[in-house]
């Protein structure tokens, strides 16, 4: 608490943030800013959090500072106008997303994020046009091939949509959201085998994405396999830790971080608990840049 580093604060601030200490968040969030009043990723993560809390007041004033310290900043333009969405200002909203283009070409989520407004408001051919930039950047951003299929399924064209959604895996194959919906889109269709497969070729992707495990379990649910369910069961306990708090050496998983051993079945562990521990360490590396969200949680 006593660092003066902006940066290192900014770092406990996410850390208690995580843990649900928010008020001690707050606090380290402004000593991060005292340190340092041009850190905009502090000033980001501090908005982001008030967002979070219902805070709209605060979170838009710290949102106007972000911008005036750093307008090339495309995230922020991103959030900032994402909680204006969220909050049914589609007007200003639009403007914001609109400054944030022009101020940030080439930050695709911003035009994704825009995208997903113009859907919701039923305006297709804008989400259309703007989704379509997204991907004229970037063919690898699968959230945005995520969000162009939901605009042709919202239109009930859900055969386009698996189209888009298989376009989507060839130029984004590591991207567990796609098989996902891909996966679900199947199920809807009663292709149980193919569902299941792409399911599983999402698990291969990513073990660590939680949603691909509960469709696939109301798949097997669907069909009555019990058998199925047992062993999905019994990899997703082979991956996730029930207690978040557990300390890692007292779990079977985290103690291969510790330990290591020259058998096969160990190597195998450690590699699982390597997986995870990169994948928490981007997680909170990002945590306050969250806003980049699909259409799918809509």
Same mark, same amino acid.
């Given at each position: 608490?006593?660092?003066?580093s @902006?940066?290192?604060?900014?770092?406990?601030? /996410?850390?208690?943030?995580?843990?649900?200490?928010?008020?001690?968040?707050? @606090?380290?969030? &402004?000593?991060?800013? &005292?340190?340092?009043?041009?850190?905009?990723?502090?000033?980001?993560?501090? =908005?982001?959090?008030?967002?979070?809390?219902?805070?709209? !007041?605060e979170?838009?004033?710290?949102?106007?500072? $972000?911008?005036?310290?750093?307008?090339t900043?495309?995230?922020?333009?991103?959030?900032?106008?994402?909680?204006?969405?969220?909050?049914?200002?589609?007007?200003?909203?639009?403007?914001?997303?609109?400054?944030?283009?022009?101020?940030?070409?080439?930050?695709?989520?911003?035009?994704q994020?825009?995208?997903?407004?113009?859907?919701?408001?039923?305006?297709? *051919?804008?989400?259309?046009? /703007?989704?379509?930039?997204?991907?004229?950047?970037? *063919?690898?951003? $699968?959230?945005?091939?995520?969000? =162009? =299929?939901?605009?042709?399924?919202?239109?009930?064209?859900a055969?386009?949509?698996q189209?888009? %959604?298989?376009?989507?895996?060839?130029?984004?194959?590591?991207?567990?959201? %796609?098989?996902?919906?891909? $996966?679900?889109?199947?199920?809807s269709?009663? *292709?149980? !085998?193919?569902?299941?497969?792409?399911?599983?070729?999402?698990?291969?992707?990513?073990?660590?994405?939680?949603?691909?495990?509960?469709s696939?379990?109301?798949?097997?649910?669907?069909?009555?396999?019990? !058998?199925?369910?047992?062993?999905?069961?019994?990899?997703?306990?082979?991956?996730?830790?029930?207690?978040?708090?557990?300390?890692?050496?007292?779990?079977?998983?985290?103690?291969?971080?510790?330990? *290591?051993?020259?058998?096969?079945?160990?190597?195998?562990? @450690?590699?699982? +608990?390597?997986? &995870?521990?990169?994948?928490?360490?981007t &997680?909170?590396?990002?945590?306050y840049?969250?806003?980049?969200? +699909?259409?799918?949680?809509?």
């Amino acid at each position: 608490r006593n660092s003066t580093s @902006s940066q290192l604060l900014l770092g406990a601030a /996410l850390c208690e943030l995580k843990l649900g200490n928010e008020e001690r968040a707050r @606090s380290l969030l &402004r000593d991060s800013l &005292r340190a340092d009043k041009h850190h905009v990723q502090a000033c980001h993560a501090w =908005a982001s959090m008030e967002v979070r809390a219902g805070n709209t !007041q605060e979170a838009t004033t710290l949102f106007e500072y $972000g911008l005036e310290i750093a307008p090339t900043y495309g995230s922020l333009w991103c959030a900032y106008a994402t909680m204006e969405s969220r909050l049914g200002r589609s007007t200003k909203a639009r403007a914001l997303f609109l400054k944030g283009v022009k101020q940030c070409p080439n930050h695709n989520a911003l035009y994704q994020a825009w995208a997903c407004l113009e859907m919701r408001c039923g305006n297709f *051919k804008s989400a259309k046009r /703007l989704v379509s930039e997204a991907l004229t950047r970037d *063919k690898t951003n $699968g959230k945005a091939w995520l969000v =162009a =299929a939901t605009i042709e399924e919202r239109q009930e064209q859900a055969g386009l949509a698996q189209l888009i %959604l298989q376009r989507g895996l060839e130029h984004a194959p590591h991207c567990p959201q %796609l098989y996902d919906k891909l $996966g679900g889109m199947l199920v809807s269709t009663s *292709k149980i !085998q193919q569902a299941r497969e792409t399911f599983e070729r999402g698990l291969e992707v990513d073990p660590t994405h939680a949603p691909l495990y509960h469709s696939l379990a109301e798949l097997e649910a669907r069909v009555c396999n019990v !058998q199925g369910l047992a062993d999905l069961h019994r990899r997703a306990s082979n991956i996730f830790n029930p207690n978040a708090l557990e300390p890692p050496a007292t779990s079977t998983l985290g103690a291969t971080i510790f330990h *290591k051993s020259s058998s096969t079945s160990r190597t195998s562990t @450690s590699r699982t +608990s390597s997986t &995870r521990t990169s994948s928490t360490t981007t &997680r909170h590396q990002n945590y306050y840049n969250n806003n980049n969200w +699909s259409e799918e949680e809509k």
